[in-house]
Every structure is written in structure tokens, then in C-alpha cells.
């Protein structure tokens, strides 16, 4: 069941809710620059374990509107709480991927965790996102060559080796965002620093990392776990930047034994 969530005037929030009467919610967030699709491998499953699974599509990505302001961080953590207020979420498990990560604790930061009772970070972009030199790459590429900047993407992203149908796949995610959003939001990776806001994190949080990721490195989940109470990580010996597809069968018994 998909619809909408109104997050500020002019301003909806797409949400895919899969199985409303399960008894245990899991929040997916999306990273840059996909939409909750990427977590096809997810959805599939844990409803049928029980689970209410809910997507979100960040402002600018996928099917949520795409206005030309609001990609910094506080304003993406409003709109996740938006979302949680409004359907009443209670005791959920938030899932960040990537730029969520960070947004996720940005979100629990300014929040205080509303909400929240279980976090979740996979390869997040955190402490710290982008270097200055790898935005910079990728913005010249996604002002003049978008869907080639995203098939470089698609080439670094995972370290499984993908057939040519699922890269065209991963690169029609990227192209369902807005130029613009996909280009503010490599601006906030590139500024936004979430080490200020890791002390604030009170709930267990489970932090999932591919040793070979090549978007962000496996040194920022030790960073994050030295900072985070409750924390403990998990490393994903055969994923890069995309464990809930390559290793999609020990993401979901990792994520399952984690929720209890």
C-alpha cells in the first residue's frame, strides 16, 4: 500500500507500507541517490516474518515531490519525523542507508530518538559523507552526464559482480530523483558532519558495513561505533556499499536477530 504524507506546504513524502498489521515496524530509508526500491530484497521477506515494513522516499528521490529547497540534513530528519509522527509510529526500528545514515542520526538528534526504540546503520555516510574531491567529481559528472555519473556509481557500488539488467536497474533508481535534488544532496554529503550528534544516540543500534566499500569506507563503522552507546557492529565480508542485495540473506537474518 503506497501513499502520501503531506511534510510541509506543497511538500508530500511517499511511503510504501507493506503488512500495517504486523506486529513489529521497521522504518527503511534510502541513501543517495535511490528511493526505498532498494530495498526490494527486504520488502519481499519480512512481512511475511511478521514485520510492518515501511519505505520512504526522501524529498527529490523516487516518488516523493521534488521542491527546490530542503536537502540539508535537518530538513530531510523533519520530514522522516513528519512521517513517523503522522502515522503514529511507535517502538520502530529506523533503518538508514548511506546518506540516511546519517540522516537517521541526525533524526535522532534533533528528535531524541521519537519514536525510535532500535537503530539501524548500513554503510552510513557518517561521521562525515563525501571528501571535497569526490563531490566535486560527481557533481561535474552529474551536471553534464547524469545517467553516466550513475553508471559510474553502479560500477563502485557493490563489490558482487551484477548482470547489465540490474545495473540498468540501479541506474533507472538514480534517474527516478530530480537533477537537482541529486545534486543538493551531494552538497550536504560533502558539508554535513554528524559527529556532533553521535553522543545523543541512546537506543541499541546495530551498525552493518561491506569491508570493500568503495563509497564509504569500512573505517567510518569503526568511528561510529566508538562514539555510539549500545553499538555494535557487523562486517559484511563479501558486500561494498550495497549489503542488502549482495549479501541480501545475512542482511535479513542480521536484521531479524537484531529486532528480536
Sequence with gaps: MGYYVKVERNVNIYVEDLNPEGSRTIVFVHGWPLNHRLFEYQLNVLPD??????????????????????????????????????LQLQNITLVGHSMAGAISIRYMARYNGFGVSKLVLVDAAAPIGFTKETASQLFTKASNDRPNMLEDVADIFFYKNTTRPFSEWFIGLGLEAASWSTLKTIISLRDENAAPDLAHISVPTLIIHGIHDQVIPFSQSQLLHQSIRNSHVIPFNYSGHGPVWEEKDKFNKALVAFIG
Design 49 to 86: 516474518l511478521g514485520f510492518r515494513c515501511i519505505g520512504i522516499d526522501l524529498r527529490g528521490f523516487g516518488k516523493s515531490d521534488k521542491p527546490w529547497h530542503g536537502y540539508d540534513y535537518n530538513r530531510m530528519a523533519d520530514d522522516i519525523w513528519m512521517v513517523i509522527r503522522t
